[in-house]
């Protein structure tokens, strides 16, 4: 595996308190049934924030990964975080929690704004950051709080997503390695996974808040997140196999040689098309989307951290972590555990 030089070395993670689970959810609806949702999402039960903002689960989750793992705040060279939803247009939310947990003022900090595969980008900054020398240890925050977004009686929406935020910390290594990445852009596909409203291109307006109900019974406005289910798996089932094949073939590795899979954690309905569509056997493929829900950019370093927790991956353990969604948008690499 070539192009190494950095490697994770921590990952801890915060759920907020809030609990929604099915039975609330059809007790809201109205309609469908615990089953039901479970069957569709492979989800019981998601965690949501309850006034909390980015910055609040960011920082909670970095004082876990201190605390957790020995890490001294002041070795911390650079910041990344990625959000979909920041406290602020201005200042970035990178520099609130900078401040928030005390990191010294030499300190580079940064919001980028990207959703289902925002982890594997990180990784792929933090990497640049360290192989160039800009930083020694790079702190990657993924954390989103998406579920404000949703409204709450689109039941394909709420049914799926949950919050969270990881704190994933990046250094120089020789031995937990990142390797090549296989990243891909499709701008195209921008409508189908959105929140049409609100910010620049379409101001909040009251047009903008008008509701409406879809042939499905699904409540939105153009304020709250969208979803084309159908057209997001069409492009999930036509983008991931690839970029799998094409991350191997970039490591001179075969389907043989990982040790686990690590995928974004869409629905299991997805998760399950393309484990098959792939070939990937069920023992080497992870899970953990039950009781937390779809989270966005802190699906991939959450699983990798319960993972590792249930002696499912390994020192030395060779995991694909792919990540793919809004966008559209996908990346792929192969870390060395």
């Known amino acids: 595996m070539k192009g190494f030089g950095a490697g994770v070395r921590a990952i801890s993670y915060y759920l907020p308190p809030k609990v929604v689970d099915n039975k609330a959810l059809v007790e ?75 990191l010294k003022k030499t300190t580079g900090a940064l919001d980028f704004n990207l959703g289902c595969s925002g982890f594997v980008y990180g990784l792929a900054l933090a990497k640049g950051l360290i192989g160039t020398g800009i930083a020694k240890k790079v702190l990657l925050i993924t954390a989103d709080t998406l579920t404000r977004t949703v409204h709450p009686m689109d039941k394909s929406t709420r049914t799926i997503f949950g919050d969270a935020a990881a704190a994933t910390l990046v250094e120089g290594s020789d031995t937990a390695r990142i390797g090549d990445f296989i990243l891909g852009t499709d701008g195209s596909g921008m409508e189908k996974l959105i929140v049409p409203a609100g910010a620049w291109a379409a101001p909040r307006s009251p047009e903008t808040a008008v509701e409406r109900t879809n042939k499905w019974g699904n409540t939105r406005s153009a304020e709250n997140l969208y979803m084309n289910g159908p057209e997001v798996l069409k492009f999930t089932v036509e983008t991931v196999p690839s970029a799998v094949r094409q991350t191997l073939d970039a490591h001179s590795l075969k389907l043989d040689d990982i040790d686990l899979f690590v995928f974004h954690q869409a629905t299991k309905l997805i998760l399950e098309h393309l484990r098959k569509e792939i070939g990937i056997p069920e023992e080497k493929f992870y899970t953990n989307i039950e009781n937390k829900g779809n989270t966005v950019s802190a699906t991939i370093p959450m699983a990798l951290r319960d993972a590792a927790d249930e002696g499912r991956l390994r020192p030395g353990d060779r995991v694909m972590v792919v990540g793919f969604g809004v966008g559209f948008s996908w990346g792929a690499t192969i870390l060395r555990w």
Do not use: M
């Not at 998601?46 to 909390?52: Q, Y």
């Not at 990964?65 to 060279?77: K, P, S, T, Y």
């Open 28 to 102: 809201e609806f109205g309609t469908w049934t615990e089953d039901k949702i479970y069957q569709k999402t492979g989800i019981r039960e998601r965690r949501v924030v309850d006034g909390e903002l980015v910055s609040d689960l960011a920082t909670r989750a970095v004082e876990k990964l201190f605390e957790e793992h020995g890490v001294d705040r002041n070795d911390i060279d650079f910041l990344l975080l990625c959000t979909e939803s920041p406290d602020y247009y201005l200042p970035a939310t990178a520099c609130v929690v900078q401040d928030r947990l005390g």
